[in-house]
Nanobody, 128 residues
Framework: QVQLVESGGGSVQAGGSLRLSCAASGYSYSVNCVGWFRQPPEKEREGVAAVALGTGSTYYADSVKGRFTISQDNVKNTVYLQMNSLKAEDTAMYYC?????????????????????WGQGTQVTVSS
């Protein structure tokens, strides 16, 4: 089993920044892809950013490109999501997810079904 714990959420004003962390434990060596998702109230969960841990390839939703950056710290088994220039529409519960992904990951990273391990989420609230 792989355990994922998110942290770093909070309340900020529009234009502000937050850095989310996703710390992995357990059989964390068995996963090779990590994604960040968000789910606003009464809306579907959407993929925000993802990273293939072995190659370092990163993927972003169009809505966050240029504002969010995903990165990894292999020593700490932690993946970060740096969020800058936050907007009110970024308000959501943010989740990280992980799994062992195949060669099609670049085309499927944004699909929740790709990931078998999920964290409990951290709330991000952006006020305008």
């Amino acid at each position: 089993q792989v355990q994922l714990v998110e942290s770093g959420g909070g309340s900020v004003q529009a234009g502000g920044s937050l850095r989310l962390s996703c710390a992995a434990s357990g059989y964390s060596y068995s996963v090779n892809c990590v994604g960040w998702f968000r789910q606003p109230p009464e809306k579907e969960r959407e993929g925000v950013a993802a990273v293939a841990l072995g190659t370092g390839s990163t993927y972003y939703a169009d809505s966050v490109k240029g504002r969010f950056t995903i990165s990894q710290d292999n020593v700490k088994n932690t993946v970060y999501l740096q969020m800058n220039s936050l907007k009110a529409e970024d308000t959501a519960m943010y989740y990280c997810a992980a799994d062992r992904c195949g060669q099609t990951y670049g085309r499927s990273w944004y699909k929740p079904i790709v990931y078998g391990f999920w964290g409990q989420g951290t709330q991000v609230t952006v006020s305008s």
